[in-house]
């Protein structure tokens, strides 16, 4: 049976959410599921806007016919090539004879890659700034390389105002019946996710999300219909706002995050002497992770999320330990800059993590790291404790309380 909501009278959501994948491009826990939307326009020509993941096509081909209701489907707009959202290309072709798919010379070249379709005048190739009238709405064709792979485009309906962002201002999530982000509450249950989606997935192209940015803030935009999460009909300034901060690399929060490794509770000491002080010290907003029980994409999202990262680590085979040596790798692709760093090292023996730690930040843009670099023979001892003291105050010094 179908399944569909309205997001206007003639713009209708025919996703899906799937609740049983663990892992996003087999990567990414996702314990909240997430949502692959798709849009369906109606007018005196109807349009998709991309379609779904393989996992949800039985659904998603009900809300289609449903929605259509015997009238033929004319377009498929493929703003995005990901398999998450162009699953159902092949089947909507023979399901509907007539279907024009719509894309930019890069899409194109992209569907070729992957499926085997004879596309012969099935296909219409539109640029920067091509129009494509339906009746009473009209859409308007904006490339956004990078956001998230190089063919992304995204779409905007100049009569309703919306704008169909692909990837951009998506989230992790199953949508629970709720289809707007103002019939939940964002803040409190979808941020964290949809930072988590945004920074391990789009994180490392904060220069083309800034450019994205630039050329959408000439548009009047009433609604955003993202291709996972959420729409956005209210607030818009509230989304914006947190993709120009993650896109700019601007931590979110005055706040410190301690991410440690300990193989045998030393190094957690130390971590958590430090937190203690900071608190102390009147810093209220301080998250403490394991790297080595915390999914590495949690970490980065909270890596873009505070100002001041502290980072503790053993020393393992001559070299950092291997789950932050991961974490660290990880930020460093992505890209994360501007941050003021703390670097705690632990070694029984030719201690050498934090010195690797450092080397590792040099190579990232604007990390600042604060001295001193600390330094653990085995367990903190009245030395190594001096020298926490020493760290806390510098962090003290440089965190707006
Ligand atoms: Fe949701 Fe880049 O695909």
Known sequence: MYC???????VVWVGASDRRLALFENLFPIPRGVSYNSYLILDEKTALLDTTDASVTRQYLENVSHSLNGKPLDYLIINHMEPDHCANIAELLLRYPHLTLVGNAKTFAFVS??????????????KEGDTLCLGSHTLHFFLAPMVHWPEVMVTYEETEQILFSADAFGSFGALNGH???????????????????????VGKYGIQVQAALKKLSALSIRTICPLHGPVWRENLKYLLSKYDLWSRYVPEDNAV????????GDTENAANILAAGLAEGGIKNIALYDVSVTDVSVLIAEAFRCSHLVFAAPTYNNGVYPAMYNFLHDMGALSLQNRTIGLIG?????????????QL????????????????????????????????????????R
């Open 346 to 358: 632990n070694g029984t023996w030719g201690p050498v993590s934090a010195k690797q730690m450092q």
């Open 113 to 126: 890659q992957f499926y085997d379709l004879d596309l012969t005048g099935r296909t219409l190739t539109v």
């Open 179 to 201: 289809l707007f982000a103002d019939e939940v509450n964002f803040d409190r249950d979808w941020l964290d996710d949809a930072r988590r989606y945004y920074c391990n997935i």
């Open 257 to 264: 995050a301690i991410f440690y490794a300990s193989m045998y």
């Open 4 to 10: 569909t909501r309205n997001v206007s009278d003639s």
């Open 361 to 400: 930040f040099s190579e990232m843009k604007q990390m600042n790291v604060l001295e001193p670099v600390v330094t653990i023979k085995s367990s903190v001892k009245e030395d190594s404790l001096a020298a926490l003291c020493a760290l806390k105050d510098r962090i003290l010094a440089s965190c707006t």
